[in-house]
C-alpha cells in the first residue's frame, strides 16, 4: 500500500519569500504524483502533476516540483510567494500502471499562510 | 455542468439516522470517485465507479457505507445508521479513463456531514 508523509504542517512566510513543501511517498513502483492546492472556502484544484519523462514539473501559477525516484520525494517549490498563495498544499499518488488502482493516496496536507 | 457538483452542501443529522449525499460530476467523465476528508487530514479514499459499476470499494470504512450509480453519471453515497465519527466532509471527483494512463481528478465542493 502507497502512503504519502508531509513533514511541514504549518508554514508561514512572508510575501516575496521561495517556499519548499515536501512530499515523501511510500511505494518503490511506478507512481503517479500530484499537488492539489485548496484555496480558502474553495475546493481542490489540481496544481501540477507528474506521470513520466522531465522529472521537474512546471504548474500553474509559478509552482514547480522535482521527482526524485531515488529519495521518494516530490517536493513543490515557488521561487516567490504571494498572499494569494495562502491555502492548503496536497500531495497525492496513484499507481494505476503497476496495482490497477487509481484511488488517490493523500497526505495530511500542509498549510501555508503569506504574510503581506 | 462545468465541475463536479456536489449536494447538499451541508448536512446535519441525528446519530442513527440515514442520510444520503449526492455527486453530479462533469459530463462525459465516465470515473467517479468518493473521498471523505476528516479534520486536519487529507482526503482518504472511500469507492471508485467506472461507469454503473463499483470498480474499488476497498475504502468503505464497513457495511453502513453504500454508493450507486445506476446510469453511469450521477451518484448516491448513502450512510446508513450514521455515528458521530462519520462527520467529515464528503468530496466527490470525477475523471475521464485515458487507457491506464495518469488521469486528473477534478474535485467537487464536497458535503459537510455533521452528526449529533
Known amino acids: 500500500a502507497q502512503s504519502v508523509s508531509q513533514h511541514n504542517h504549518h508554514v508561514i512566510l512572508s510575501e516575496a519569500a521561495s517556499l519548499e513543501l515536501g512530499c515523501n511517498y511510500s511505494?518503490?513502483?511506478?507512481?503517479?504524483l500530484f499537488w492539489y492546492v485548496q484555496y480558502p472556502g474553495q475546493h481542490l484544484q489540481l496544481l501540477l502533476k507528474?506521470?513520466?519523462?522531465?522529472?521537474l514539473v512546471k504548474g500553474i501559477k509559478g509552482f514547480e516540483a522535482e521527482f526524485i525516484k531515488s529519495k521518494f520525494s516530490f517536493n513543490l517549490r515557488k521561487p516567490s510567494v504571494q498572499w494569494s498563495d495562502t491555502a492548503e498544499y496536497f500531495c497525492?499518488?496513484?499507481?494505476?500502471?503497476?496495482?490497477?488502482?487509481?484511488?488517490?493516496?493523500f497526505g495530511s496536507g500542509t498549510r501555508l499562510q503569506v504574510q503581506p | 455542468g462545468a465541475g463536479v457538483s456536489q449536494t447538499p452542501s451541508n448536512k446535519v443529522t441525528e446519530k442513527g439516522k440515514y442520510v444520503e449525499l449526492r455527486c453530479d460530476p462533469i459530463?462525459?467523465?465516465?470515473?467517479l470517485y468518493w473521498y471523505r476528508q476528516s479534520l486536519g487530514q487529507g482526503p482518504e479514499f472511500l469507492i471508485y465507479?467506472?461507469?454503473?459499476?463499483?470498480?474499488?470499494d476497498s475504502g468503505l470504512p464497513n457495511d453502513r457505507f453504500f454508493a450507486v450509480r445506476p446510469e453511469g453519471s450521477v451518484s448516491t453515497l448513502k450512510i446508513q445508521r450514521t455515528e458521530r465519527g462519520d462527520s467529515a466532509v464528503y468530496l466527490c471527483?470525477?475523471?475521464?479513463?485515458?487507457?491506464?494512463?495518469?488521469?486528473?481528478?477534478?474535485f467537487g465542493p464536497g458535503t459537510r456531514l455533521t452528526v449529533l
Open positions: 471527483a470525477s475523471s475521464s479513463i485515458p487507457g491506464q494512463g495518469p488521469n486528473e481528478q477534478f
Open positions: 511505494y518503490g513502483g511506478t507512481v503517479n
Open positions: 507528474y506521470f513520466s519523462g522531465d522529472p
Open positions: 497525492a499518488v496513484n499507481a494505476p500502471m503497476d496495482t490497477g488502482r487509481r484511488a488517490l493516496t
Open positions: 459530463s462525459g467523465h465516465t470515473a
Open positions: 465507479f467506472q461507469g454503473t459499476g463499483a470498480a474499488d
